[in-house]
């Protein structure tokens, strides 16, 4: 969306960036600046858009999950179909998160 009176990211700018971007788009037009409220039609439109978006993207990635025979989730350490390796888990209550440290409440 471009707002016609934002002078943080000017209206060219969106429309380059429009321009540039390689997958499904749409740009919509409407009074206002920067942090100004959006007409309902807008949040409406770009929520069915971004629903759609987002509903088409896990259709494709269940459908490369089938393919390559990948299970749905990781097994514990093991990356994601995007490549991510898991985060790690949380130190134990009580702890400090430093391995090498004395457990919170006993003397170093």
């Known amino acids: ?21 390689g997958g499904p ?3 919509r037009y409407f009074d206002g600046g920067h942090n100004g409220d959006r007409p309902d039609w807008f949040l409406e439109e770009a929520a069915r858009f971004l629903a759609l978006q987002l509903h088409q993207e896990s259709k494709g990635r269940q459908a490369l999950v089938a393919r390559l025979r990948l299970p749905l989730s990781p097994a514990a350490g093991a990356p994601d179909v995007a490549g ?9 209550p009580g702890s400090t998160g430093d ?6 409440g006993t003397p170093p």
């Open 1 to 21: 969306g471009v707002a016609g009176d934002d002078d943080f990211v000017l209206p060219r700018h969106s429309k380059e960036l429009h321009d540039a971007w």
């Open 25 to 27: 788009r749409a740009l």
């Open 84 to 92: 991510r390796s898991p985060p790690p888990p949380p130190p134990p």
């Open 99 to 104: 391995p090498g440290a004395a457990p919170c």
